[in-house]
């Protein structure tokens, strides 16, 4: 009983840690590549909006890097307080990336420090700039190493097991494992879109609330093209997910599209409903697209949950997670088309009420699709820890204690969600963009013609 318990008690924790964890990590990848990007611009147009830009989008940043330093020091212990039997076997060969992933966290908070503390102190218009390339480097290293861990639980190799010990381990081959490149490539895609996404709604809100102004639609302007630009390359990397998954995990995506028998020119289901019987109701059927989408042909095969053994089955409720990832990643790119066709299309205002409103909701929709798509990512490889060598009942800790870990971690979520919120709105209310502009540019009227 208390196994059991403990193996259930295990899962919710390191879940919550990761929905919890996932939010400042994707801001830590993205938002250094918006910073860099709005200096750049600011510097070649010799703009001090965008430069003013980059420094308020850095303040937040900073508070955002702080708490995910805890979050991703949670999940470091609670791998060896939670899942000690898979760090047992898989420590040899994960050991090298979570090192790397730490160092790369090192390396881009040593150069995140250079930037903040250095404004204004150099002659050379783009020295400081460059500051902001191994910032961006660091963060998307730090989710590349992090990321082949992952990818290295799906889709092991680069060991010999022999019974419970891994012996001639090649770390390289493992990082480098088969879901690597669609897994790293969708989560940096992801991330980038995602800050855009906040980004924008913030501004957005700001325009909603104070009016249009030169700063806030040159800001508007630019994280709406970062993010249309990264929802396409996400929707990419989406289309080389499901072609690795074809291949290397056919049960996950068979689960995922409800694909329970084996065949040719299989269609594509979104949405609908599953049965106790396993009868889909109400889906809308995309004739031979998942065919497509898995192999680049249309009359191609692919593998249904019939040739899968029954306890090997992900749990089917995966599809939803599946359908509202790739519904809300299609509403990000929708309404940032839709934007940048109204700022070309001159019968029309972007600035309109209902444009800026969808904008505002695109950003928790584009949170709210990052954390679907973890979902579905993480159980669709159940019953698996480590897919084909160790299952999670197996990794899990046997303590009857982790409910006292659980309520703990709960607690403190709680409290750095509460204050990360707290902190971040006194902190631009504190200093909001006119008492700054007015500081900055005396002689410059806000929201006038900057240049």
Same mark, same amino acid.
Request: hydrophobic share 50%.
């Given at each position: #009983?208390?196994?059991?318990?403990?193996?259930? =008690?295990?899962?919710?924790?390191?879940?919550?840690?990761?929905?919890?964890?996932?939010?400042?990590?994707?801001?830590?990848?993205?938002?250094?590549?918006?910073?860099?990007?709005?200096?750049? /611009?600011?510097?070649?147009?010799?703009?001090?909006?965008?430069? =003013?830009?980059?420094?308020?989008?850095?303040?937040?940043?900073?508070?955002?890097?702080?708490?995910?330093? /805890?979050?991703?020091?949670?999940?470091?212990?609670?791998?060896?307080?939670?899942?000690?039997?898979?760090?047992?076997?898989?420590?040899?060969?994960?050991?090298?990336?979570?090192?790397?992933?730490?160092?790369?966290?090192?390396?881009?908070?040593?150069?995140?420090?250079?930037?903040?503390?250095?404004?204004?102190?150099?002659?050379?218009?783009?020295?400081?700039?460059?500051?902001?390339?191994?910032?961006?480097?660091?963060?998307?290293?730090?989710?590349?190493?992090?990321?082949?861990?992952?990818?290295?639980?799906?889709?092991?190799?680069?060991?010999?097991?022999?019974?419970?010990?891994?012996?001639?381990?090649?770390?390289? %081959?493992?990082?480098?494992?088969?879901?690597?490149?669609?897994?790293?490539?969708?989560?940096?895609?992801?991330?980038?879109?995602?800050?855009?996404?906040?980004?924008?709604?913030?501004?957005?809100?700001f325009i909603l609330k104070y009016g249009n102004n030169k700063y806030y639609k040159k800001a508007l302007k630019l994280t709406m093209i970062v993010t249309l630009v990264f929802s396409i390359f996400t929707a990419i990397a989406g289309d080389t997910s499901a072609k690795f998954l074809a291949t290397y995990q056919p049960e996950k995506l068979?689960?995922?599209?409800?694909?329970?028998?084996?065949?040719?020119?299989?269609?594509?289901?979104?949405?609908?409903?599953? %049965?106790?019987?396993?009868?889909?109701?109400?889906?809308?059927?995309?004739?031979?697209?998942?065919?497509?989408?898995?192999?680049?042909?249309?009359?191609?095969? /692919?593998?249904?949950?019939?040739?899968?053994?029954?306890? =090997?089955?992900?749990?089917?409720?995966?599809?939803?997670?599946?359908?509202?990832? /790739?519904?809300?990643?299609?509403?990000?790119? #929708?309404?940032?088309?839709?934007?940048?066709?109204?700022?070309?299309?001159?019968?029309?205002?972007?600035?309109?009420?209902?444009?800026?409103?969808?904008?505002?909701?695109?950003?928790?929709?584009?949170?709210?699709?990052?954390?679907?798509?973890?979902?579905?990512?993480?159980?669709?490889?159940?019953?698996?820890?480590?897919?084909?060598?160790?299952?999670?009942?197996?990794?899990?800790?046997?303590?009857?204690?982790?409910?006292?870990?659980?309520?703990?971690?709960?607690?403190?979520?709680?409290?750095?969600?509460?204050?990360?919120?707290?902190? =971040?709105?006194?902190?631009?209310?504190?200093?909001?963009?006119?008492?700054?502009?007015?500081?900055?540019?005396?002689?410059?009227?806000?929201?006038?013609?900057?240049?």
């Amino acid at each position: #009983m208390f196994a059991y318990d403990s193996v259930i =008690l295990a899962r919710m924790l390191t879940s919550m840690t990761l929905v919890f964890h996932i939010i400042f990590a994707t801001i830590g990848v993205g938002v250094p590549l918006l910073i860099s990007a709005a200096e750049y /611009v600011g510097i070649r147009k010799r703009d001090p909006s965008y430069i =003013l830009l980059a420094r308020r989008w850095t303040r937040g940043f900073v508070i955002i890097v702080a708490v995910g330093v /805890v979050t991703g020091t949670a999940i470091g212990l609670q791998l060896f307080l939670l899942w000690p039997t898979f760090m047992q076997i898989a420590g040899h060969v994960i050991s090298l990336p979570l090192f790397m992933e730490t160092f790369a966290f090192f390396f881009e908070a040593i150069f995140l420090g250079a930037y903040i503390y250095t404004w204004d102190r150099f002659k050379g218009r783009y020295t400081h700039w460059y500051l902001s390339l191994p910032v961006i480097i660091g963060g998307g290293l730090s989710a590349v190493f992090i990321t082949s861990v992952n990818a290295f639980m799906n889709t092991p190799q680069g060991f010999t097991l022999e019974g419970r010990t891994i012996t001639s381990v090649e770390p390289l %081959t493992a990082i480098l494992n088969p879901a690597t490149p669609s897994k790293v490539f969708h989560v940096l895609t992801s991330s980038y879109m995602t800050c855009g996404a906040i980004l924008a709604a913030l501004t957005a809100f700001f325009i909603l609330k104070y009016g249009n102004n030169k700063y806030y639609k040159k800001a508007l302007k630019l994280t709406m093209i970062v993010t249309l630009v990264f929802s396409i390359f996400t929707a990419i990397a989406g289309d080389t997910s499901a072609k690795f998954l074809a291949t290397y995990q056919p049960e996950k995506l068979a689960a995922a599209e409800w694909h329970f028998e084996t065949e040719k020119g299989a269609d594509l289901i979104l949405f609908g409903k599953l %049965t106790e019987d396993n009868e889909i109701k109400g889906a809308i059927h995309l004739p031979k697209l998942l065919s497509f989408l898995s192999f680049g042909d249309f009359n191609s095969e /692919v593998i249904g949950l019939d040739r899968v053994d029954a306890d =090997l089955i992900p749990p089917l409720w995966i599809h939803y997670m599946f359908d509202l990832m /790739v519904t809300l990643g299609a509403y990000s790119i #929708m309404i940032s088309m839709l934007f940048l066709v109204f700022m070309f299309w001159k019968k029309r205002d972007q600035y309109n009420k209902w444009l800026l409103r969808a904008i505002v909701v695109n950003a928790p929709f584009a949170m709210l699709a990052l954390e679907f798509g973890w979902i579905y990512a993480e159980v669709g490889r159940q019953p698996w820890i480590m897919r084909g060598y160790l299952r999670v009942a197996e990794g899990a800790v046997s303590s009857p204690y982790v409910h006292y870990a659980f309520a703990m971690f709960l607690v403190l979520y709680v409290l750095l969600g509460t204050f990360v919120t707290l902190i =971040l709105v006194r902190l631009y209310k504190k200093n909001p963009i006119q008492k700054e502009w007015e500081q900055r540019f005396p002689d410059t009227l806000f929201g006038g013609d900057q240049r």
